[in-house]
């Protein structure tokens, strides 16, 4: 009769509880900034990917009026807003025009939606 044994082919290796490398507080709080700067170095590399079409879109239409004297951007929002809306359309022309307030002078030409009914 023959006899088959089994050796373990590598002995255990014996686990150190205590560790040799101890890290100061300036070495925790650099490797915090580097962690920190790692992360968000990944974050802007993988926000910064460019979400626009290869196409181009179309402008909207739009046409020039002359502010006359007495003319307010109510006023001539008013006239162009079929929806009662009037504080949104002051904002798309304020918008069209880059317009830092709301004021006027006459002669001033402005641009303002096309309002089809």
């Known amino acids: 009769m023959s006899t088959l044994s089994l050796a373990p ?10 560790s ?15 962690s920190l700067f790692l992360v968000l170095a990944v974050a802007f590399m993988l926000a ?3 979400v626009g079409t290869g196409s181009s879109g179309e402008p ?8 006359a004297p007495g003319d307010t951007l109510w006023g001539i929002a008013s006239e162009i807003a079929t929806d009662g809306d009037v504080r949104s359309m002051m ?21 303002v939606p096309v309002v089809s009914d």
């Open 48 to 50: 910064g990917g460019a």
């Open 91 to 111: 904002n798309e022309i304020e918008r069209l025009n880059a317009l830092e307030s709301a004021g006027l002078s006459a002669g001033q030409k402005l641009r």
């Open 20 to 34: 040799t490398v101890r890290l100061t507080r300036r070495g925790r709080l650099v490797v915090f900034l580097t």
């Open 9 to 18: 082919a590598f002995a255990p290796v014996p686990v150190r509880r205590g």
């Open 60 to 67: 909207a239409p739009t046409e020039i009026v002359q502010v």
